[in-house]
């Protein structure tokens, strides 16, 4: 229900706002406000399928459900035919993982590659050793981390570029990281203050700190 509030607050004065008053819990409503049939529980299965690739198995291998991210992946990865529409045996590439996990109950997340579409890709598989109403089962998802593996080739890339010019160069060169802490120096450095560049890392640049004295010997602040 909305009502009509005259505002008379200082500085405020004949402002008009609607507000709605508060629903009071009625104390036995009606049943038929109570939904007859409230909404199940668990993931919707259109959910599961766009997913990535998942299953759920037993011990010895027989697969009871997949989404189709796995059947693509299969097909790609484990040379399955192309015309397989479901996967009812555990391919050659999982029967190690559940043999493992039935001995020790446990499997380190681990890289699967597979070309699909015609663009390589790298999944990250996590396997899991559960129980469905006494029985042992076995559930697991594969994660696409390709982007993620291209970020990471691309920052060794820079690495290896800076580790290049730091080599090659005269000058000072040195990289902190937030918190003004050395995390990368140059040679030159070492031939300046008669220490090792390794024996710099993670010392602090900060204008209190004796390594700025000896690697700033310009900084107004420490010469004052």
């Known amino acids: 229900m909305t009502e009509i509030v005259r505002h008379t607050s200082a500085g405020e004065k004949g402002r008009i706002y609607s507000r709605r008053r508060p629903v009071r819990k009625r104390v036995g409503a009606p049943a038929a406000m109570v939904p007859a049939n409230p909404p199940a529980a668990g993931p919707h299965p259109g ?16 697969l009871t459900w997949h989404n189709d991210a796995f059947v693509y992946l299969a097909r790609a990865a484990w040379n399955l035919p192309d015309e397989t529409k479901a996967v009812t045996t555990a391919p050659e590439g999982l029967r190690n993982v559940f043999e493992t996990l039935t001995s020790t109950g446990h499997f380190d997340p681990s890289r699967t590659r597979a070309e699909i579409g015609g663009v390589a890709r790298t999944f990250r598989g996590r396997h899991f050793l559960g129980d469905s109403n006494g029985t042992p089962v076995i559930y697991g998802y594969f994660e696409d981390i390709s982007r993620w593996i291209a970020s990471e080739q691309r920052l060794a890339a820079l690495d290896d570029k800076l580790s290049d010019v730091i080599r090659s160069t005269s000058d000072w060169v040195w990289e902190t990281d937030t918190d003004m802490r050395l995390t990368e120096v140059s040679a030159r450095i070492a031939a300046i203050t008669g220490a090792p560049p390794r024996k710099r890392i993670s010392e602090s640049m900060s204008c209190r700190s004796g390594t700025c004295r000896s690697l700033l010997r310009g900084c107004r602040t420490c010469s004052s």
């Open 47 to 62: 959910l599961l399928e766009h997913l990535g690739p998942a299953y759920v198995a037993t011990p010895d291998g027989t």
